[in-house]
Nanobody, 122 residues
């Protein structure tokens, strides 16, 4: 069974860069046709799609966050990562890494990491 695990600092100062890594076990991030996605949930708000990196390394980002986001991968470690620059307290959220089956080009989130809380505060 594929498992996803987020890791990274739980506290980031304003204006700094938030960096998170998702380690995927028992499955390869290069397996067609999965999309490896970041989603977040701020306190009291709904889920927000951040972006993804595909099995072949293509990326897509939320338009509202695009200027601050970079999603990359390390296939040798079977990991993908999120960097969000110039953070503010509004970026405080639980961040999830998620597998999208992308079955027949339809979004289907079938495996979620447990999530990691990132607080932006000085």
């Amino acid at each position: 069974q594929v498992q996803l695990q987020e890791s990274g600092p739980g506290l980031v100062k304003p204006s700094q860069t938030l960096s998170l890594t998702c380690t995927v076990s028992d499955g390869s991030i290069t397996t067609a046709y999965y999309y490896w996605t970041w989603i977040r949930q701020s306190p009291g708000k709904g889920l927000e799609w951040i972006g993804f990196i595909t099995y072949d390394g293509s990326t897509d980002y939320s338009p509202s966050l695009k200027s601050r986001i970079s999603i990359s991968r390390d296939t040798s470690r079977n990991q993908f990562s999120l960097q969000l620059s110039s953070v503010t307290p509004e970026d405080t959220a639980v961040y999830y890494c998620v597998r999208d089956r992308n079955l027949n080009a339809v979004t289907e989130y079938d495996i979620w990491g447990k999530g990691t809380l990132v607080t932006v505060s000085s």
